[in-house]
């Protein structure tokens, strides 16, 4: 039943997809898809036979050119070319992956990308389904990290101005980390060495991989609606850059900027910088460094302490030294003034003292004089005060005389209201 043997013996008479069984002499229409008009191929059918043949020819492979013509549409897939000098081929990367890549790639940018041959069969396009992409050296990471940086610092997240202190003397410290990773066990082994009284609370979650921003989220959240630690150290041990990327998810840093406890970070090793490094109030080196930054010594706090107290003493010493000076300048101002004061009023009081003297009536006794008063008290100063038999006492310098006036006389060239008798006078 060979189809040029039936052709040969008939002359040609039958078209190519007509065939003949020589054993029953008899000719009949191949029906194999595709092979006549009888059996048609549909046109699904035939870029998904196409699709087959293709990935059956190409395992995935790594293929190296230049990026041309990026978009990325609303369903979360990119569509671009990849080209070099002499052809290209155009790409797609479907939105379950484009959500495993750092960043999408820039026109222009030189990349290596990991995919398979395939046929799109609702279009029938020949084109290349991108599983991974790496720019030279480390363009799109580090493309990924600017963007998340800049959207952070708009909104004020690396803002110097609100990192917070730590506390000093910290009773709880929540960490959050893998369960079963070395970072633990490192943060444990310090935080205990330096206070063992200090309470470590672990919050696990999942730190690299598939599901580790949402992991680190939520961790993040219990924390946040638990607040009841001083200081929260969140991080991971060394590892690869896709290893750490989890630290560098926009969502994991700003749930740790919302942390209402002081945060310290701690990803990687010394030289690996995250993001969640830029967030947290302090960056560590290592996860050891983080316990060592939030766990004071108390070895260290004793010494402090005891130095604190030496200088206390010592600055209370100094204080006192200088009141009494003080006060011991103070004390001569005062004597010396109470001195010039009581100079001043002797002075006053000898001045005054000497004029009362000499108006006082004893003054005048002194010189020679005496002074006429009644009984009562009353001066007699003028003749005219006396009269005949009129009893009075005469104040002399030493003592007093009793007298009676006989009788009263004008002095020779004396004026008064006093009249005059012809008597001598006491």
């Given amino acids: 039943m060979a189809r040029s043997s039936a052709r040969d013996e008939l002359g040609g008479a039958f078209d190519d997809d007509v065939l003949f069984d020589a054993s029953s002499n008899t000719a009949f229409v191949d ?41 990325a549409h609303r369903n979360g897939h990119w569509y671009f070319a990849l080209r070099d000098a002499q052809a290209q081929v155009r790409c797609v990367v479907w939105s379950s992956q484009a959500k495993r890549l750092p960043a999408p790639p820039d026109d222009g940018m030189q990349v290596v990308a990991l995919g398979q041959m395939t046929v799109w069969p609702v279009r029938g396009d020949l084109q290349f389904s991108v599983r991974l992409l790496e720019a030279d050296g480390e363009g799109l990471w580090r493309k990924a990290l600017e963007r998340t940086r800049l959207r952070l610092e708009a909104d004020g997240l690396l ?21 079963d990773g070395a970072a633990l066990h490192d943060i444990i082994t310090v935080a205990r060495r330096r206070s063992p009284a200090v309470n470590i609370v672990v919050v696990p979650a999942k730190v690299q991989g598939e599901g580790a921003p949402e992991s680190l989220v939520a961790a993040l959240d219990r924390v946040a609606r638990w607040a009841d630690c001083d200081v929260l150290i969140i991080g991971r041990g060394g590892g690869s850059r896709e290893d750490l990327w989890a630290f560098n998810d926009e969502r994991v840093a700003r749930a740790l900027a919302q942390c209402p406890v002081p945060t310290i970070s701690a990803v990687g090793h010394e030289t690996d910088i995250s993001i969640c490094d830029l967030v947290a109030d302090l ?59 009581t100079e001043r009023r002797q002075s006053r009081l000898s001045n005054g003292a000497a004029r009362l003297e000499s108006l ?37 310098r030493d003592g007093v005389v009793d007298a009676e006036a006989i009788g009263t006389r004008a002095r020779p060239g004396a004026s008064g209201n006093g009249s005059a008798s012809g008597e001598d006078s006491a």
């Fill in 31 to 71: 029906m194999t898809p595709g092979a006549s008009p009888e059996s048609p191929l549909a046109v699904h059918d035939l870029t998904s036979a196409a699709k087959d043949l293709v990935e059956g020819a190409f395992p995935p492979l790594w293929v190296r050119g230049e990026v041309s013509d990026f978009k």
């Fill in 159 to 179: 803002d110097p101005s609100r990192k917070r202190a730590l506390p000093a003397a910290p009773r709880t410290i929540a960490v959050i980390t893998s369960a």
């Fill in 283 to 341: 960056r560590a080196a290592t996860p050891s460094a983080a316990a060592e930054a939030a766990v004071p010594s108390i070895t260290e706090q004793r010494a402090r302490l005891r130095a604190l107290g030496r200088q206390l003493a010592a600055t209370a010493q100094r204080r006192q030294q200088r009141v009494t000076a003080r006060l011991e300048t103070t004390q001569r101002r005062m004597v010396t003034a109470a001195q010039r004061v």
């Fill in 360 to 396: 006082s009536p004893l003054a005048t006794l002194a010189r020679g004089f005496a002074v006429a008063r009644t009984a009562e008290g009353a001066t007699l100063s003028e003749v005219g005060a006396f009269a005949a038999g009129q009893r009075f006492e005469l104040w002399m």
